[in-house]
């Protein structure tokens, strides 16, 4: 599953490095730091470099939590993954002039037809579960065990709050309609004029709130429902237990 990122970064053997191995992972994890990434200064990289160490994962962590991984030491096949993807990337920007002119592979037969990325869509491959966590974190949505629901959630908060036509809506200016107080009872009297108007509109405000609070309600119903409707998602699941 790494073998394609290993390639791409010259590592030795990387059709038979097995994640599960603790030496070849840790290896690894040393590899990228020392060769690709080197987000710390040689002198700090003791305790990294360590492997036989049984301090090594809180150092790992450590390391992954000082490079702003989604991902902590114990899910081990996602944040190797994702420290493959960022060396990609380092190794890319180090090296452009010599892949500024390779060619985009293209697709075997049809080439003229636009390939949907998401036929082939692995939602178990580390790739996946790293993408979908890096938009959670982003936007602040909750993390969650199936990762397809988490991705369900994000489309709905993305469609409803951050497309084009949601952030155009938000920045028009509503203009407001013209009330007649006189025509809004009140149901109690103060005894002052002044004071009747100013509860009136008082009440007013309160019931637009209400309205807009409604409003959000509905909207997050409709969410909830949208997720419980994936064939993937047990709603019983969600039962609290007495």
Known sequence: MFRRKLTALDYHNPSSFDCTDDTQYRNCVVWLEDQKIRHYKIEDRGNLRNIPSSEWPKAYQKYLQDLNCPFGAQEKQES???LLGLAVRYEYGDNVDKYKNCEPMAASGNSDKAVDPLLNLDSNSPDFKAGV???ANI???QRHDDYLVM???IRILIQERLSPEAIAKAGQTREGIPVALDK???GFDTGDATLNE???ILRLLHIEELRELQTRINEAIVAVQA????PKTDHRLGKVGR
């Open 151 to 153: 991705l369900k959630a």
């Open 198 to 200: 100013a509860a009136q």
């Open 184 to 186: 809004h009872i009140l």
């Open 133 to 135: 966590q890096a938009l």
């Open 80 to 82: 190797v993954d994702w």
């Open 139 to 141: 936007l602040k949505i």
């Open 227 to 230: 997720i419980i409707a994936n």
